[in-house]
């Protein structure tokens, strides 16, 4: 089969649905096609179910939302489907802030990112109103927004309101952590009811993409093929250009369908994308495609961190909208002159040993009245939650692989990411890590506290990289509207582009990136 199409936009997660609701904005009537590998997960109306059963059984809520033998090595999420991980997320939407752009030129570390502050932060906002942010203005005057966000942020709850007033005992401010989740009615979508299940919103509030692939679809604006996967991109025989995505089809038993398009997106994540291009080297290209420079799966990046929990004097009641949080920006910024620290700080309200049981710790049956005094004794002085998400810097060594040890039933090496911190980082560990444990410390001396324990994150959380953005073609993969330096018509948006993973959820600067490279996408085609 041969597909002809305007945009051929490979992958159906967040970066996809903006870029495909933006390009029909700007350019009506553009043929635009999205090929995702995996199902479409339209199922809104069964979610409540899906809920309750989750709830239940501790059934996947998500039923079919990955694919058996596509899998990582290092991948820290499976999801596969019409949506991509935006069908799971909890909705958080911190931005990050002009110091991850300005890394080299600050401190003389990592990168700069090639773009400015003021520019990305419009797209902030775009994104912000796109998705349906609601949210608290930060007081700090360095995170000033130019246009506030489109709803009122979440109220705190009671448990959260109580640990504000201990938080900021510490002389730390906090404020109401910024959610896609609606707080009125907006966009089509319902406010949010508290159900305390973000990862599966029944009632629409939190913002998902198969929202707007629906719509989409439903005006006729794109061509969704799911089940589809696409295998490699082959070059045209001047080497400057895309020629076809081939692809097959999962739902046909693997028919192949060759996708002809003026210009190629890449919007498959940080994973994904990266493969892709490794898989497509052919004899013009040995190294992969879009890999003159060899930045190709190179740079994989996120961000650290550190969590603990804290217990003090509060009467708290878990359960209480758990999955919001209070979080302060105080340590985004880091004076140049001193030793280099940036995380941010979240606190929640935890059940953490406060949960009724049936037996003590000595193994005894609780019943009635000795069931209700264990729990009330246990319950006597509250628990927070706190972590921090530090930044971390990648050296070139911090790879996507193809491992040709596995592979899916297409006979394809599937991916293997290994995560290698930079040296300056790594010197810096252990002072990062007390300095965050010390910050913990503050913390707990409000209302008699005390730190019960600490974890360091075995992984980098909101991972990005592997396509990395900048100006010299020699050090990265793409420019900063994502286009390949290799070839005219091929593009990348989103987690693969970032240099650097900041030190906070990555989510809304992954859209904000790609809604900026729409415009450019736009333009060229």
């Given at each position: 089969?041969?597909?002809?199409?305007?945009?051929?936009?490979?992958?159906g997660?967040?970066?996809?649905?903006?870029?495909?609701?933006?390009?029909?904005e700007?350019?009506?009537?553009?043929?635009v096609?999205?090929?995702?590998?995996?199902?479409?997960?339209?199922?809104?109306?069964?979610?409540?179910?899906?809920?309750?059963?989750?709830?239940?059984?501790?059934?996947?809520?998500?039923?079919?939302?990955?694919?058996e033998?596509?899998?990582?090595?290092?991948?820290?999420?499976?999801?596969?489907?019409?949506?991509?991980?935006?069908?799971?997320?909890?909705?958080?939407?911190?931005?990050?802030?002009?110091e991850?752009?300005?890394?080299?030129?600050?401190?003389?570390?990592?990168?700069?990112?090639?773009?400015?502050?003021?520019?990305?932060e419009?797209?902030?906002?775009?994104?912000e109103?796109?998705?349906?942010?609601?949210?608290?203005?930060?007081?700090?005057?360095?995170?000033?927004?130019?246009?506030?966000?489109?709803?009122?942020?979440?109220?705190?709850?009671?448990?959260?309101?109580?640990?504000?007033a201990?938080a900021?005992?510490?002389?730390?401010?906090f404020?109401?952590?910024?959610?896609?989740k609606?707080?009125?009615?907006?966009?089509?979508?319902?406010?949010?009811?508290?159900?305390?299940?973000?990862?599966i919103?029944?009632?629409?509030?939190?913002?998902?993409p198969?929202?707007?692939?629906?719509?989409?679809?439903?005006?006729?604006?794109?061509?969704?093929?799911?089940?589809?996967?696409?295998?490699?991109?082959?070059l045209?025989?001047?080497g400057r250009?895309?020629?076809?995505?081939?692809?097959?089809?999962?739902?046909?038993?693997?028919?192949?369908?060759?996708?002809?398009?003026?210009?190629?997106?890449?919007?498959?994540?940080?994973?994904?994308?990266?493969?892709?291009?490794?898989?497509?080297?052919?004899a013009?290209?040995?190294?992969g495609?879009?890999?003159?420079?060899?930045?190709?799966?190179?740079?994989?990046?996120?961000?650290?961190?550190?969590?603990g929990?804290?217990?003090?004097?509060?009467?708290?009641?878990?359960g209480?909208?758990?999955?919001?949080?209070?979080?302060?920006?105080?340590?985004?910024?880091?004076?140049?002159?001193?030793?280099?620290?940036?995380?941010?700080?979240?606190?929640?309200?935890?059940?953490?040993?406060?949960?009724?049981?049936l037996?003590?710790?000595?193994?005894?049956?609780?019943?009635?009245?000795?069931?209700?005094?264990?729990?009330?004794?246990?319950?006597?002085?509250?628990?927070?939650?706190?972590?921090?998400y530090?930044?971390?810097?990648p050296?070139?060594?911090?790879?996507?692989?193809?491992?040709?040890?596995?592979?899916?039933?297409?006979?394809d090496?599937?991916?293997?990411?290994?995560?290698?911190?930079?040296?300056?980082?790594?010197a810096?560990?252990?002072?990062?890590?007390?300095?965050?444990?010390?910050?913990?410390?503050?913390?707990?001396?409000?209302n008699?506290?005390?730190?019960?324990?600490?974890?360091?994150?075995?992984?980098?959380?909101?991972?990005?990289g592997?396509?990395?953005?900048?100006s010299?073609?020699?050090?990265?993969?793409?420019?900063?509207?994502?286009?390949?330096?290799?070839?005219?018509?091929?593009?990348?948006?989103?987690?693969?582009?970032?240099?650097?993973?900041?030190?906070?959820?990555?989510?809304?600067?992954?859209?904000?990136?790609?809604?900026?490279?729409?415009?450019?996408?736009?333009?060229s085609?």
């Amino acid at each position: 089969m041969i597909h002809e199409t305007d945009v051929c936009i490979v992958g159906g997660g967040i970066s996809a649905a903006m870029l495909a609701l933006k390009l029909t904005e700007l350019k009506p009537g553009l043929s635009v096609t999205v090929v995702e590998a995996g199902a479409r997960v339209f199922d809104f109306e069964n979610r409540m179910r899906h809920r309750r059963r989750n709830l239940d059984y501790g059934e996947n809520a998500w039923p079919g939302d990955f694919i058996e033998d596509q899998a990582a090595a290092g991948v820290i999420s499976r999801s596969m489907a019409v949506g991509g991980s935006a069908l799971h997320w909890g909705g958080v939407t911190n931005r990050f802030s002009a110091e991850d752009l300005t890394l080299k030129s600050r401190y003389g570390l990592a990168t700069d990112w090639p773009l400015a502050w003021p520019e990305l932060e419009t797209f902030y906002c775009e994104a912000e109103r796109r998705l349906g942010v609601s949210g608290e203005p930060s007081p700090l005057p360095e995170d000033r927004m130019s246009s506030p966000y489109p709803m009122t942020a979440m109220l705190l709850s009671y448990n959260l309101r109580v640990l504000k007033a201990w938080a900021e005992q510490s002389g730390i401010p906090f404020w109401s952590t910024p959610q896609a989740k609606n707080t009125r009615p907006y966009d089509g979508r319902s406010q949010c009811l508290r159900c305390n299940t973000c990862e599966i919103c029944p009632t629409g509030a939190r913002y998902s993409p198969d929202f707007t692939f629906k719509a989409l679809i439903a005006a006729k604006k794109i061509a969704l093929h799911d089940r589809t996967l696409v295998r490699r991109l082959v070059l045209a025989p001047e080497g400057r250009r895309i020629a076809v995505a081939q692809a097959v089809s999962r739902e046909r038993n693997g028919e192949p369908i060759d996708y002809r398009a003026r210009l190629f997106v890449l919007a498959s994540g940080y994973c994904w994308s990266p493969h892709l291009l490794l898989l497509s080297a052919d004899a013009t290209c040995p190294g992969g495609v879009a890999n003159s420079s060899g930045m190709v799966g190179r740079y994989m990046t996120g961000h650290a961190f550190i969590g603990g929990q804290i217990e003090l004097d509060a009467k708290l009641f878990p359960g209480m909208n758990e999955q919001h949080s209070l979080i302060s920006r105080r340590f985004f910024r880091c004076a140049a002159d001193v030793p280099f620290v940036r995380h941010d700080l979240r606190v929640w309200e935890s059940s953490a040993g406060r949960d009724p049981r049936l037996k003590d710790a000595t193994g005894r049956l609780l019943l009635g009245d000795d069931l209700l005094s264990d729990w009330r004794a246990r319950t006597r002085r509250g628990a927070a939650r706190v972590r921090a998400y530090y930044d971390v810097h990648p050296s070139a060594e911090s790879r996507l692989t193809l491992d040709p040890s596995k592979k899916n039933r297409w006979g394809d090496p599937l991916p293997a990411i290994r995560h290698v911190l930079d040296e300056p980082t790594q010197a810096r560990a252990a002072a990062t890590r007390q300095h965050i444990l010390d910050v913990f410390e503050r913390l707990a001396k409000g209302n008699d506290g005390k730190l019960l324990g600490t974890s360091d994150g075995a992984y980098l959380d909101h991972p990005a990289g592997g396509c990395r953005m900048g100006s010299d073609p020699a050090t990265s993969v793409c420019d900063s509207f994502g286009r390949a330096h290799d070839h005219d018509n091929l593009f990348v948006v989103g987690a693969p582009t970032l240099p650097t993973g900041g030190c906070t959820n990555a989510t809304l600067t992954f859209v904000a990136l790609t809604l900026r490279s729409a415009e450019a996408i736009a333009r060229s085609v």
